[in-house]
């Protein structure tokens, strides 16, 4: 059964960065065909996705935070990692990993997050 | 970015009712669409991918539709365990987007 945890402060000071490790049972962060994630969701808001990376390290990330995103994986440990540095308080928010699956259609591929780990607040402040 | 936007924002529907929600692109995104449950505590689940196939182990009674940059959500026979906040996603660029959620409410 693959599972998703994720770990690390609940508290960060602004202007610092916020590292958060997600660790995956069940199945092989190595895998050539899937890619991890991360989201966030704000207290009150909606969902944003934050990057996606693959176990040959390449990163997808949203715009709105890229300069401050770097994601990483640990193969041999079988997790990956976000940081995010320079956070203020509308970083506050619950984080989520997850897998990116997808589903080879007859012409094309679809990419969705089908399994995620439970989420975990983090708050900004000093 | 592709922007998503759902509607209603938020609903009250009784149980056995059919439900309906959309979902909007500001671009077509080619049936790049997912929908997602979000229960208050837990974490987001995959409904449906590819516009309307079903994520396996979710009941018949979710469907979803739609082409270009229209789609919607149809809850058919509304259960008790289905009141939560519903999300779009479009996977159509390399920037995913959400919808801002639909809230389903006990009338």
Redesign the interface.
């Known amino acids: 059964q693959l599972q998703l945890q994720e770990s690390g402060p609940g508290l960060v000071k602004p202007s610092e960065t916020l590292s958060l490790t997600c660790t995956v049972s069940g199945f092989s962060v190595s895998s050539s065909v899937y890619s991890w994630g991360w989201l966030r969701q704000p207290p009150g808001k909606?969902?944003?996705?934050i990057g996606?990376i693959y176990s040959s390290g390449s990163t997808?990330y949203?715009?709105s935070l890229k300069s401050r995103v770097t994601l990483s994986v640990d193969t041999s440990r079988n997790q990956f990692s976000l940081n995010l540095n320079s956070v203020i308080a509308a970083d506050s928010s619950v984080y989520?990993c997850a897998r990116r699956g997808f589903?080879s259609?007859s012409k094309r591929d679809?990419?969705?997050?089908?399994y995620?780990?439970?989420?975990t607040l983090v708050t900004v402040s000093s | 970015?592709i922007q998503m936007t759902q509607s209603p924002s938020s609903l009250s529907a009784s149980v056995g009712d059919r439900v309906t929600i959309t979902c909007r692109a500001s671009q077509n995104i080619n049936?790049?669409l997912?929908w997602?449950q979000?229960k208050s505590g837990?974490?987001?689940?995959?409904l449906i991918?590819?516009t309307s196939?079903l994520?396996d182990g979710v009941p018949r009674r979710f469907s979803g539709s739609g082409s270009g940059t229209d789609y919607t959500l149809t809850i058919s026979g509304l259960q008790s365990d289905d009141f939560a906040t519903y999300?779009c996603?479009q996977?159509s660029s390399?920037?995913?987007?959400?919808?801002?959620?639909t809230k389903v409410e006990i009338k």
């Open positions: 909606g969902l944003e996705w996606t997808y949203n715009p989520y589903y259609g679809f990419y969705y997050f089908d995620w780990g439970q989420g | 970015d049936s790049y997912n997602y979000h837990n974490s987001p689940k995959l991918y590819a196939t994520q999300y996603q996977s390399t920037t995913w987007t959400f919808g801002q959620g």
